[in-house]
Each structure stands twice: as structure tokens, then as C-alpha cells.
């Protein structure tokens, strides 16, 4: 079966250039709410299907933890630190080397065809009580 290339819509450029001006990972709504500037008729439908899409297509990476999922325009292979207290999402350049469990699974016979290594634990300006966390103001992933 042959795929038709989709065409570039406006919508579709901006929702990717929302997703690609940003190292915070943004959730839909938060592509949403910048889309709206440029097109204020815009649906959340719309920016659901169209990050859908990007995905799809491979121009996006999907994020989906504890509810929420959240959009990366760095496709290459990279890890992440995520904060449990601000949501805050890093990515963390991924070593050349083989880590020691998947020397391990090799040894034992197995083919790793993806590694996704996730680290959790405080950022810097959680572990310092940040003023921004202190008085409740937003996530610094949404900033």
C-alpha cells in the first residue's frame, strides 16, 4: 500500500515550531494556548490530531507519564531526568557506551533494539526551595 505524503498545513507548522521553540517538553494545551496567538479559531481537537500526526511522521517524540503526555522535537535518542516535585522534564545526552545491563542481556542472549532510561528525583531549584515553588507559582516546565 502506498502512503500519500500529508500536506503542510499552517496549523501543522505552527504546532510543530510551539513544540520545536521549547526545551520544556510541552503538554497539548500548552501548544494549544501558543498555537491560539498565531490562530485563534484553532481547536484543541485540531492541535491533538496534528501532535498525532507529527509523531506519527517521526518529527515529534511522545512523553506519556502519570496522565499527561508531553511533546519533544528532539528525536534523537536521548534520556531524561524528570523532577517529582515541579514536572520539570531534562534531556540527558545518552552515552556511546553500553550500560551494564545491557552488556548483561547481550551476554545472555537478548537484542536491545531501544534503550529509554529515565532518572527521577529532585531538580536544582526544588532541592533549594525555590521562591517560584514556595509561593505556588506555575511549573517551571510550563514557563
Known amino acids: 500500500m502506498v502512503r500519500l505524503a500529508r500536506r503542510a498545513t499552517r496549523q501543522r507548522r505552527l504546532i510543530y515550531e510551539a513544540v520545536a521553540s521549547t526545551d520544556t517538553h510541552p503538554t497539548a494545551e500548552w501548544v494549544y ?3 491560539r496567538r498565531a490562530i485563534p479559531r484553532v481547536s484543541l481537537g485540531t492541535v491533538y490530531r496534528n501532535l498525532a500526526l507529527l509523531v506519527a511522521e517521526g518529527r515529534l517524540k511522545a512523553w506519556a507519564r502519570g496522565g499527561s503526555t508531553r511533546y519533544d522535537a528532539d528525536v ?3 534520556d531524561h531526568f524528570l523532577c517529582q516535585a515541579c514536572g520539570c522534564l ?3 545526552e545518552r552515552s556511546r557506551e553500553p550500560l551494564a545491563a545491557e552488556k548483561k542481556l547481550k551476554a ?3 537484542v536491545v533494539t531501544e534503550r529509554v532510561l529515565e532518572f527521577l528525583g529532585l531538580c536544582r531549584e526544588c532541592r ?5 515553588r514556595k509561593t505556588g507559582g506555575e511549573k517551571k516546565w510550563l514557563r
Do not use: E, M, N, T
Open 33 to 35: 494556548a501558543a498555537v
Open 76 to 78: 534523537s535518542a536521548h
Open 90 to 92: 531534562d534531556d540527558l
Open 108 to 110: 545472555r542472549g537478548y
Open 128 to 132: 533549594r526551595g525555590s521562591k517560584a
